[in-house]
């Protein structure tokens, strides 16, 4: 028992010589968050059912604030030698508008109205536009000093939903209040993250984790007025209603509740090199296209169908979308993506003669 510890959460006291070339930790992390927003997403379409309700405000609770903290951790090389890498920017928005315009030709396909509204999106697509102006933002975070980054961000993500016009044009409302999360991976030294997943507090992080998911569940009716609060997508007026001028207080709350949950998750990740670690590097191509597929089934009157069964036919999804999650992660698509997101392409076009 002891061994495997080692091996799952120090793999520096276990006895391991290979030659390490990859972050597995990060890898593997990616993969199981990628996992979690794709159960999530599909759980939206199954909220007739409770339990399946808690889970999915459960996993919002940590499972964005993870990525973009990994997002923001590995964006400390985007502005290496002065020189931000713009490249990566375009190809990130070109995933954008790849990523909408897959929307609309899904809708198109299926008979439906088409909408197609380039800088305004309050689903999956939110995330790449929002990805763009964190990184085109990276230059400015390297000139404040850590202390003012992290305050500033937050206080400006508990003041923002006060104001009403900030919401889902440019995707603004999510952009300030899911910043801080990009802050804390920025300004985290890859050494202190280390020094910190050795720390032997598994068993803390399990309890903290049943406790929270337990709170949900026993008190939904309470926290009902305020669950709304986990998606950052529209004003307090809007999210919490009339409970709107206490939404700094509500804000701040869920800050550091999602702060507690995602360390929580984090220490519970494996160090090592795992069966699907390998597949954290292919995290773009699941979150895209399982929304596409996801819309498919959905558009198809798939979920309606699960409706009218057995609740048990609604957790045969929730099994199904982790399977999906393997299946969208295979090497032929992730060849597709890999020369979609060549910087190389937007590289030759920025390169100064």
Known sequence: MIRWINEWYHPA??????????????????????????ISHFALQLFYINDIKYLTHFIYLFHMPCFIFVNGF?????????????DKIM???????????????????FGR???????????????????????????????IKTGYLLAGSLCIGMLVGYVSCIDNVFTL??????????????????????????????????????????VIALFWKELSPVKNIVYGSSPYA?????????????RGIWYLVSIVVSISVMLLVPRCKLFFSALGERTMQVYMT??????????????????????LLAVGVLIGSVLLTFLLANKWLKLLFDLLMSPKLFARALKKE
């Open 91 to 109: 190809v990130v928005f070109l995933m954008y508008f790849i990523f909408k315009f897959g929307n609309v030709l899904l809708e198109i396909l």
């Open 113 to 143: 109205k088409a909408h197609l509204s380039l800088f305004q999106d309050s689903n999956a697509p939110w995330y790449l536009l929002a990805l763009c102006v964190w990184y085109l933002s990276v230059p400015l975070l390297e000139r």
């Open 13 to 38: 006291a276990a006895a391991d010589t290979t030659v390490k070339t990859r972050n597995y930790y990060l890898d593997n992390l990616k993969f199981i968050l990628i996992t979690f927003v794709v």
């Open 173 to 214: 409302s999510r952009i300030f209040v899911f910043f801080p999360f990009f802050i804390m991976g920025f300004c985290l030294p890859g050494k202190k993250l280390e020094t910190f997943l050795d720390k032997k507090i598994r068993i803390p992080a399990i309890i903290i984790l049943v406790a929270i998911f337990l």
């Open 74 to 86: 590995l964006a400390k090389r985007l502005n290496a030698g002065g020189k931000l890498r713009v």
């Open 238 to 250: 809007i999210s919490l209603k009339g409970l709107a001028k206490y939404g700094f207080f509500i």
């Open 290 to 311: 399982h929304i596409w597929v996801r819309n498919a089934l959905a558009y198809a009157g798939f979920f309606a169908l699960v409706k009218e069964g057995p609740k």
